[in-house]
C-alpha cells in the first residue's frame, strides 16, 4: 500500500492575472518563468505537504502549484502519511512553536522516535520519485523529518515554515530544539515573518516570503448577489428555503461547478437576506479562538443590535493533520447550548463538507461575501489567509494583531485588535463596524486594494523564482 499520495496540480493560466495586476507586472512574471525554465532544465520542483485540503496552505500549494504548472515548468505535488499519533506529535510541536503547550506537555525523545519512523517511510516512497538535483519544497514541521533523506540523495531541500510566533520562549525554543537536528541540512529556509526565524537558522539561507491568494480561484471569483444567496441557501445558512436554481462557481479548468452539498449547520434560526452578519471562517483550532469570538459577540455585540454571527470551519473528518479539530467544534457546540435563548439564536456554527474542495471553497466565498463584517480573531496565526481572502472582497475585517494578520492590515484598511483576549475590545470594534456602514464600505474598499497592490500570486511566484535560481547554483 502506497504511504505517499500525489495530488494532480491543475494547470492554471497566468494570462487570467494580467487584467488585474497589470501589463508590466504580467510580462515581468513571463521572463522570470522563462528564465527559470532554462535554469531548471530537467529538474522537477516538488511540493510536499501533509493534507491537500483544510487549510490555507493546501490552498496555496494548489494555487502556486498550478500557475507553476500553467507557465510551463514542471510541477508535482506529494501528501504524506502519517497515523493519528505522528500527527498528535505534529500538531503538538505546531501548538509549542505558537508558544502554546496543551494537556499532553511538551513533546520529546520518544516523540522523535515515532515521528522518525513514520517519516522514514514516507522519505523512502518519495525517493523511488524524486531525482538527484529536483528542488523538494517541504511544508511545515510534519515535513521536516524528511529533510535529510532528501539532500543525502542529492536533491536540494527548501523547508517552509508556515507558522511562528512574534516572541520567543522556552516553550518555542523547545520545539525548534525539537525540529533542529532534522531540518540542519536544507538548502534554504522559507518563513513568512522575520520574527519567526530560529537563531540557529542561518541568515544566508533564510528568505520572507509573505503568502498570497488567487483572485479567479473558487474562493476568491467575483459572485453575484443572486449567486451568493442561492449557495447559501443551499448549505442552510439563510432562511428562506431552497433556492430556484443552485449557485453556480468557476472551477479551476474554466468549467461550471453547482453548489448541491448542504452543510451541517448547528443553529435555532437563520438570517434573512437582508440581516447583517458578521462571519469567522477557519479551522476549528484552539488558536482561531472560536469560543471566544462566539463569547465576545454574545456579550458585547448582540445586546446592542440585531446582527448575526457565523462560525465557519471544515468538515473536521475531513482535517487529517488537525487532531483537536473535533474536540474544539464540541465545546464551540457545548457554549452555543449555553447561551442566552435569544443570543443563541443569533448564532450559527457551520462545518462545510470537503467532498468537493472546490464547491467547498465556493461555499466560503458566498459566506464570506454574505457578510457585513469579517472577523480573525486568533490568538496566534502564522499568517491567517482568512484575512486577505476578506479584504480582497471589499468587506471590512477585524483581526488580532498577531502574527501575519498584522501584516496585512494597515491603517485605512482594517481594524487591529492589539490584545485579541480583551472581548469588550474586540465587540466595540465589531460594533463600530456594524454601526458606520459609510466607513466601513471605505475600508472595505480600501482593503481590495491593499490585496491588489501586495497579496496576489504573481508576486508570490516571482519571489519563489528568485530563491529556487540560488539555490539550484542559477
Not at 526565524?197 to 448577489?225: C, G, H, M, Q
Not at 464547491?359 to 502564522?382: C, T
Amino acid at each position: 500500500m502506497s504511504v505517499l499520495r500525489e495530488v494532480a496540480v491543475p494547470r492554471l493560466a497566468a494570462a487570467e492575472l494580467e487584467p488585474i495586476i497589470g501589463p508590466g507586472r504580467y510580462t515581468r512574471l513571463l521572463a522570470v518563468a522563462t528564465m527559470l525554465r532554462e535554469r531548471l532544465g530537467r529538474r522537477t520542483i516538488w511540493n510536499v505537504s501533509s493534507t491537500a485540503v483544510g487549510g490555507g496552505v493546501a490552498e496555496m500549494v494548489r494555487v502556486l502549484a498550478g500557475y507553476t504548472a500553467g507557465l510551463g515548468i514542471a510541477v508535482r505535488w506529494t501528501v504524506i502519511g502519517g497515523d493519528p499519533d505522528f500527527f498528535a506529535i505534529t500538531k503538538r510541536v505546531h501548538n509549542q512553536i505558537h508558544g502554546q503547550i496543551g494537556s499532553a506537555g511538551p513533546v520529546g525523545p520518544a516523540d522523535a522516535g515515532h515521528y522518525e519512523r513514520v517519516l522514514a517511510a514516507d522519505a523512502k516512497e518519495l525517493l523511488r520519485m524524486v531525482r538527484p538535483g529536483d528542488v523538494v519544497l517541504l511544508h511545515d514541521p510534519q515535513t521536516a523529518g524528511l529533510t535529510p533523506a532528501l539532500v543525502l540523495a542529492g536533491t536540494r531541500v527548501v523547508w517552509r515554515c508556515h507558522i511562528g510566533a512574534d516572541q520567543q520562549n522556552d516553550v518555542t525554543r523547545a520545539a525548534w530544539d525539537f525540529l533542529r537536528p532534522y531540518l540542519a541540512p536544507a538548502n534554504a529556509y522559507v518563513f513568512t515573518r522575520r520574527q519567526y526565524v530560529p537563531v540557529w537558522v542561518p541568515e544566508a539561507l533564510t528568505r520572507i516570503i509573505r503568502p498570497s491568494i488567487d483572485p479567479y480561484s473558487a474562493k476568491n471569483e467575483e459572485l453575484s448577489t443572486e449567486t451568493v444567496a442561492a449557495i447559501l441557501a443551499t448549505i442552510g445558512v439563510l432562511g428562506g428555503g431552497p433556492p430556484p436554481a443552485p449557485g453556480r462557481f468557476t472551477r479551476h479548468d474554466r468549467t461550471t461547478g453547482e453548489v448541491t452539498r448542504a452543510a451541517s449547520v448547528t443553529a435555532e434560526a437563520r438570517p434573512g437576506p437582508g440581516d447583517r452578519v458578521v462571519v469567522q471562517v477557519s479551522r476549528w483550532d484552539r488558536l482561531k479562538d472560536m469560543p471566544g469570538v462566539m463569547r465576545g459577540f454574545a456579550e458585547h455585540v448582540a445586546p446592542g443590535g440585531d446582527a448575526f454571527l457565523i462560525l465557519a470551519g471544515p468538515e473536521v473528518s475531513g482535517v487529517a493533520d488537525d487532531p483537536e479539530g473535533g474536540q474544539v467544534l464540541a465545546e464551540c457546540v457545548a457554549r452555543w447550548r449555553a447561551l442566552p435563548a435569544a443570543t443563541r439564536a443569533r448564532v450559527l456554527l457551520v462545518t462545510l463538507p470537503l467532498d468537493d474542495i472546490e464547491e467547498n471553497a465556493a461555499m466560503i466565498n458566498a459566506i464570506q461575501r454574505h457578510a457585513s463584517v469579517i472577523v480573525q480573531k486568533s490568538l496566534a496565526e502564522g499568517f491567517g489567509l482568512t484575512v486577505a481572502e476578506g479584504m480582497w472582497k471589499g468587506r471590512p475585517v477585524v483581526g488580532s494583531a498577531v502574527g501575519g494578520i498584522q501584516d496585512q492590515i494597515t491603517e485605512g484598511t482594517g481594524l487591529l485588535l492589539r490584545d485579541p483576549t480583551d472581548l469588550a475590545a474586540f465587540g466595540s470594534q465589531v460594533r463600530w463596524l456594524l454601526d458606520h456602514r459609510a466607513e466601513a464600505e471605505r475600508m472595505g474598499r480600501a482593503a481590495q486594494e491593499h490585496v491588489c497592490e501586495h497579496y496576489l500570486a504573481d508576486r508570490h511566484l516571482l519571489q519563489y523564482a528568485d530563491l529556487f535560481t540560488e539555490v539550484i547554483g542559477g
